[in-house]
């Protein structure tokens, strides 16, 4: 049990948090069209170029150092498909596949984070998992504000009885260690874009003067930002341990944690944030409204709180 | 950065839970469960001395004291196990994580003859007369007043609130040594017999159990001078050393996940069906648990790195009472009407749950730390 990180962790983070320097962050974010952004194909090559998104193959650095890699990119307010490739897609397969790389469960119908843009989508069946190329243009892309790019998929998109769209049965992918790694994707991503946003608000509720005093002096906010700290803090743990230990009830754990915090800094910080909060020049908006687009796909595969009892106690049924 | 167990933390926590097991199965009846009771008490001192005969009551004190020089991390897996079982150390988990360690740290050559001896064979109850009417997370405010009065301290005020008094061979007691003083700067710690003349114990009725809480009148109490503990009026900073990591002493997450665990091994055993928002909040609930668990291991490994206290305890312990509760209100859930008898998994954790935000420090104090120390927030009007 060793909670700082190894010297190799630190220095991956760091070399990360220079790529990122140049081709993430709020400014770039920006560029790509704020909340309503395209795909960063710049920051995926080059990041994957680095061989940061393999380290979870290497093992001397493991999933979890990959899962640094996708809280980091998520903490830059990153636009692109990380957690999917970096986790999901090599816990499930030796061979590497075409990125960007899209994730959705059979029999989801609504939009799908990246899917307009990728490569390669990762369908979780009720037994196997699909492998699905798409061509370019065969998604279309649906507009949407809550910070990523999004496509809806075509009928002939899905795999299986419910397609035909040439996708295969991934040769041993198991559904459930693909909801696994998803799930540690997921929290990786809560917490850098909730790290962001709490930074921010924390900076906001010390500047801003009311009634003569910074409105962070007020035990009214202050106990909810140490609420917040406390949940946040718990959650990036469970996180880690859960890339850790690779336990599907570590990740259910993780990620339903996860989930609570962020249903509280979500609104806690735009509240606190006032109307400057509102406003798109504040760079607040560019992680806070990714939450729900985050919240949302995290109970495509059932809700995590309810993944947790099933893991925990298996002879309990419903 | 890795959360794996080395080899010999996994063998310590299998053999204690073997011993825990085979203890607990001879006999662990309701009353003896009861934090503080006669029952618990001679309970506690039975089991304390099995467990010190075997090295485990305070294995993780230093070996010139009679300890197995341990790590911390096998200190919170004792803790971990006990907590979780229910605490068969009953009140004597508070001699071995800190007053022990005060007392050998600040005692002089007699009080670590007099007192470690004992602590260190599972024989003696100690109780903290901190809490006064008037000063609760006010403590620096306290005012029972010690004079000094040639070899003596003349002792006169109230404390409230106590845990396990009237079981209690010792109280580990605050007082104020000036009253002239600003509020902190004249606290001293006095290690108090509770046989001793002018000291009168009285039960207070409580939700949380018929023993749980006292009040200690002390009437013209004549202390020994040797029986203070540090220097006169340097008992604020001794208690802040002594207590630093007591806010995750008692791994109460531990004891909440168990309560779990066993709520739905008997849901299951029955073939009760629970609803699927239950079991949503159960789920919730388990997480709850594995954060301030994880949280908690973060300052045992400050601790074991030999870092001073940082924020993380303050954050660790806000967790536990997040879990707790948690616990506490689903138990009640899952258990229905079965919860309402007395003694009940659901009964025990929701009490349980009930005083977590209070004991050891309120949950909002520590609300006001995490605040000031980790983030940095500015000082309140």
Known sequence: ?318 | MEFGWTDADLTFRKELQEFVNRELEEGWSLEQRKLGSPENAAFSRAFAAKLAARGWLIPHWPEEQGGSGNTPWQHIIMGEELWGVGEPRGPQYMNVNWIGPAIIRYGTEQQRAEHLSRIASGDVIWCQGFSEPDAGSDLGSLRTRAIRDGDEYVVNGTKIWTSYASVADYCFLLVRTDPTAPARSAITVLLVPTSIPGLEVRPIGAIAGDHALHELVFTDVRVPVSCRLGAENGGWELVREALAFERVGAPRYARAARVLDELMASAAADGTALPGALRERIGLARAACEAARLLAYRVIDERAAGLPPSPSVYVARAAMVQAERAVGSVALEVMGADGLVEGSLADDQFRRSMVAGVVAGSYEMQMNLVGKLLLGLPKGP
């Not at chain 1, 190894?6 to 320097?21: N, P, R, S």
């Not at chain 1, 917490?191 to 003067?209: N, P, Q, Y």
């Open chain 1, 1 to 318: 049990m060793q909670f700082t990180p190894t010297i190799e962790q630190d220095a991956l983070v760091d070399a990360v948090d220079v790529l990122l320097g140049r081709y993430a962050g709020p400014k770039r974010a920006r560029e790509l069209g704020g909340d309503h952004p395209r795909y960063d194909a710049e920051l995926e090559s080059a990041l994957s170029s680095a061989g940061f998104l393999d380290c979870a193959r290497d093992p001397d650095a493991g999933p979890l150092a990959a899962t640094l890699v996708t809280e980091a990119t998520a903490r830059a307010a990153g636009v692109a498909a990380i957690g999917a490739r970096a986790l999901v897609a090599t816990a499930l397969c030796a061979e590497p596949l075409v990125q960007p790389i899209a994730l959705t469960v059979a029999g989801h119908r609504g939009p799908v984070r990246y899917a307009a843009d990728a490569s390669t989508l990762l369908v979780a069946g009720p037994r196997e998992v699909w492998v699905v190329p798409l061509e370019q243009g065969a998604v279309e892309p649906v507009r949407s504000r809550f910070g990523y790019p999004m496509g809806r998929l075509p009928e002939s998109a899905l795999p299986g009885p419910l397609g035909n769209a040439g996708g295969r049965i991934l040769d041993g992918g198991s559904p459930e260690r693909m909801l696994a790694w998803w799930r540690v994707a997921l929290g990786a991503e809560l917490v850098g874009t909730m790290r962001s946003a709490f930074d921010l608000v924390l900076e906001h509720v010390k500047g801003r003067f009311q009634f003569g005093r910074p409105i962070g002096s007020f035990q009214a906010l202050q106990h909810r930002l140490a609420e917040i700290a406390v949940l946040l803090e718990g959650s990036r743990w469970l996180v880690l341990e859960a890339a850790w230990t690779g336990s599907q009830e570590a990740a259910a754990v993780a990620l339903t944690q996860t989930v609570v915090a962020a249903r509280r800094l979500l609104l806690d910080a735009h509240q606190m944030a006032g109307a400057l909060g509102f406003t798109t020049e504040y760079d607040l908006h560019l992680w806070t409204m990714r939450l729900p687009a985050l919240m949302q796909e995290s109970e495509w595969m059932g809700s995590p709180a309810a993944a947790v009892t099933a893991a925990r106690w298996p002879g309990e049924r419903p």
